[in-house]
């Protein structure tokens, strides 16, 4: 049993970010998470890309679909706890390294062995894993549980998903921040969230306006990511 079940998406920056976040609390408490899969290239089967996306997200949301089956198999043949090195090795790759073009051929190859196997590396796994980039009998398991995220929250929502004290605890789509909080405030902002999260009438709480992510991947050179929160004073500045 782990006390928040995490829905990703390995190429969505918002979830990567969230992810950073949670992991920053699981540091300073007893805090166990279950890394799940949820795919945005399978939420959206039903969408014509073309005239509903830019031209590079079905190459992008395909490439993540092609990571999961890697999640996948990983988690079938070296366990759950593997899924969490796994995904946070593939983070750093996809948005903590460098600028990548929005190019369907730039996004697109997140999801070729030649991305992948040096990842593996990295966490330790083996490069046979990298097989199940082109093995669509692991589809199926990952639609199932893109569909469990998607019976706890409704349909009309994205990534990530996170199922707070689970079975009985409520679901929600996100938190979705597009900047990390110091260590200082990351729990006491994760507390508010969880505090919302326990109040059964709790239904939305949400807006449209949004910054780019603050990651390398979208142009934020490295030493402008670590941002410096004030949480109490609600002061903002970058760390220079």
């Known amino acids: 049993m782990a006390d928040l079940h995490f829905y990703f998406d390995p190429t969505c920056p918002f979830a990567w970010l969230t992810s950073k976040w949670v992991r920053i609390v699981q540091a300073q408490r007893n805090y166990t998470v279950d890394w799940r899969f949820i795919s945005l290239r399978l ?4 969408i014509d890309y073309d005239t509903h996306f830019p031209p590079e997200y079905e190459a992008g949301h395909t ?28 983070g750093e790759h996809v948005f903590e390294r460098e600028l990548v073009a929005d ?18 590396a990295e966490a330790g796994l083996p490069a046979s894993l990298a097989g199940a980039l082109d093995e669509p009998s692991w589809d199926a398991e990952i639609q199932a549980e893109t569909d469990e995220a998607l019976a706890l929250t ?50 939305e709480l949400k807006r449209s ?32």
């Open 63 to 90: 490439a993540g679909l092609r990571l999961l089956r890697v999640a996948a198999r990983t988690r079938a043949e070296q366990g759950r706890d593997a899924v969490a090195t796994l995904y946070a090795v593939l």
């Open 209 to 240: 306006l949004r910054e780019m992510p603050q990651l390398p991947a979208f142009g934020v050179a490295p030493d402008e990511v670590g941002v410096q929160q004030d949480w109490h004073a609600g002061s903002r500045r970058l760390k220079k």
């Open 103 to 120: 190019d369907a051929a730039a996004v697109g190859r997140r999801g070729t062995p030649e991305f992948v196997l040096p990842v593996l």
């Open 43 to 46: 939420l959206n089967s039903h």
């Open 154 to 203: 409704g349909k009309d929502v994205g990534t990530p998903i996170l199922h707070f004290e689970p079975p009985e605890g409520m679901a929600l789509f996100g938190p979705v921040i597009s900047r990390m909080p110091d260590e200082r405030s990351a729990a006491e902002l994760w507390d508010h969230v969880v505090a919302l999260a326990r109040f059964p009438g709790f239904a």
